[in-house]
């Protein structure tokens, strides 16, 4: 504060720019999102702003919350399957020789790179009926029955005679594998940053303790990451719940998220009023969950001071 007070220019060059940036850019459609949710139709396009609360209340219908229910639940899956696959990933880049850790870190990243479109678009090269994915299981369907006929089981027909390719897109699995995939970096990252920190001979104790390496793991590894899991599922949960591309164009007819029926009500149906209300209904949630990880924060802080 005190270099601040002394040169005062540098801190009014070097911080209004971004503040500028971030009211007019950012806090100011914000905030006339906000109070278009208080508005109704006056025609077909003019807004009329009311101070109604009816379009919140009309995203109370049933229909909607079941929409919101299950972007909830795919975020949700996507979060589970993320840390699940993750935190292995995260662990072996950490306990990797200082030669490897650098390559394995950038194969994190380099998703980044590459357009969400053009990634999700590989995806269904892969997940569609004649895909990579189903020309791999149909090649191991073709092996495992050239083994059985050698073994002179090939007559009993135990795989079948041909093989179906599985419906792999278009429903609210391919929804959740994309999710995952896109995210999926979002849930190493932060657990890489907290497990490079972990004392490894915390584990070796527990370890010379006679503790198990599941049990180690699970009573030193675990809460000692506790911070990056927090981090990384905030980090995937959050755009999961927001996700309109991929839904889009992986899901069917009954896979569409909440962010998706907010396109609709901009674009096809032009009500710009329920529209503005869902999306600060899904910004409330987004708020929730923050919340919900600054609660956990200052337990941890907490139990740490004590």
Do not use: C
């Not at 009993?156 to 995939?181: K, M």
């Not at 370890?207 to 009573?219: H, V, Y």
């Amino acid at each position: 504060m005190e270099d601040w007070r002394r040169t005062p220019l540098v801190f009014w060059v070097t911080s209004l720019p971004p503040t500028l940036w971030l009211v007019v850019f950012f806090l100011i459609p914000l905030a006339l999102v906000w109070v278009m949710s208080f508005g109704e139709l006056d025609g077909l396009i003019d807004i009329k702003i009311t101070g109604t609360l009816a379009n919140y209340a009309r995203a109370l219908d049933p229909l909607y919350l079941e929409v919101f229910g299950k972007s909830l639940v795919f975020a949700g899956f996507t979060t589970v399957i993320s840390l699940l696959v993750g935190f292995p990933v995260a662990l072996a880049i950490v306990f990797a020789s200082p030669r490897w850790r650098p390559i394995l870190l950038l194969l994190v990243i380099l998703p980044f790179w590459t357009n969400l479109l053009i990634r999700t678009y590989a995806l269904i090269a892969v997940l569609r009926v004649r895909g990579f994915a189903n020309f791999s299981l149909e090649w191991l369907w073709d092996q495992g029955n050239t083994v059985l006929a050698l073994m002179g089981l090939g007559s009993y027909q135990l795989l079948g005679d041909r093989f179906e390719p599985l419906e792999l897109l278009y429903n609210n699995t391919a929804v959740v594998i994309g999710l995952v995939y896109v995210h999926m970096p979002f849930m190493i990252l932060p657990l890489y940053a907290a497990l490079e920190r972990l004392d490894r001979s915390l584990i070796e104790a527990a370890l010379d303790l006679g503790a198990s390496q599941f049990r180690a793991f699970l009573t030193v590894v675990v809460p000692l990451a506790l911070p990056g899991i927090i981090s990384g599922g905030i980090l995937v949960f959050i755009p999961a719940l927001g996700s309109f591309l991929t839904p889009d164009l992986l899901g069917g007819t009954d896979s569409q998220m909440i962010a998706n029926v907010i396109e609709r009500q901009f674009k096809g149906a032009n009500d710009w009023p329920f529209g503005a209300a869902l999306s600060f209904l899904l910004m409330y949630l987004t708020f929730a969950a923050l919340t919900v990880r600054a609660l956990v924060n200052r337990r941890a802080e907490r139990r740490g001071g004590a």
